[in-house]
T-cell receptor, first 109, second 112 residues
Framework: KNEVEQSPQNLTAQEGEFITINCSYS?????LHWLQQHPGGGIVSLFM???GKKKHGRLIATINIQEKHSSLHITASHPRDSAVYIC???????????FGTGTRLKVLA | DSGVTQTPKHLITATGQRVTLRCSPR?????VYWYQQSLDQGLQFLIQ???????AKGNILERFSAQQFPDLHSELNLSSLELGDSALYFC???????????FGEGSRLTVL
């Protein structure tokens, strides 16, 4: 079993829909990152979380440390949100990152 | 533009050869991370350097090595290349151990 699991693996949505991507992890962490990788391959860091909730534009990220779970929400989705979203955790007491396998999102116009 | 520069962007070479990938971190960032992304796998953490010292090692093969120089740029050396080493290699930098990560555009290595 992977130490970081994401769901769903693939997601197709209609423009305007509210989207949730989930990340569960089984190790102690000191931080969790949500990354976005566009079809061209470039990776952008969306959020870094250690507790609570963060919001940036139409994106919201939450983390529940006790439940070892994080969610990334996209409100009013748009075709330009189509990308792979990757959850990455920084293992406690180390500087090692563990990555989820990603969620491939396609938003249709 | 993340501020992280990776060269070369594309590289095609043959099995058994050796290549060097280069990364210049964002100005002021002391940490450099290297990752490998193969077609059939997600991102895999390889190694991290902080201010010239190795700080963490992930799933890095013995045929691979890296270093960070006094000017903070880093190089990833891949030797005795195999077909399975074909991948995208990303470099990222951050200011502190758990800070925001800034990724370069990646170096796409094809081993024929």
């Amino acid at each position: 079993k992977n130490e970081v699991e994401q769901s769903p693996q693939n997601l197709t949505a209609q423009e305007g829909e509210f989207i949730t991507i989930n990340c569960s992890y089984s190790v102690g962490i000191s931080a969790l990152h949500w990354l976005q990788q566009h079809p061209g391959g470039g990776i952008v860091s969306l959020f870094m979380l250690s507790s609570g909730k963060k919001k940036h534009g139409r994106l919201i990220a939450t983390i529940n440390i006790q439940e070892k779970h994080s969610s990334l929400h996209i409100t009013a989705s748009h075709p330009r949100d189509s990308a792979v979203y990757i959850c990455a955790v920084l293992r406690s007491g180390t500087y090692k990152y563990i990555f989820g396998t990603g969620t491939r999102l396609k938003v249709l116009a | 533009d993340s501020g992280v520069t990776q060269t070369p962007k594309h590289l095609i070479t043959a099995t058994g050869q050796r290549v060097t990938l280069r990364c210049s971190p964002r100005s002021g960032d002391l940490s450099v991370y290297w990752y490998q992304q193969s077609l059939d796998q997600g991102l895999q953490f390889l190694i991290q350097y902080y201010n010239g010292e190795e700080r963490a090692k992930g799933n890095i093969l013995e045929r691979f090595s890296a270093q960070q120089f006094p000017d903070l740029h880093s190089e990833l050396n891949l030797s005795s290349l195999e077909l399975g080493d074909s991948a995208l290699y990303f470099c990222a930098s951050s200011g502190q151990g758990a800070g925001e990560l800034f990724f370069g555009e990646g170096s796409r290595l094809t081993v024929l």
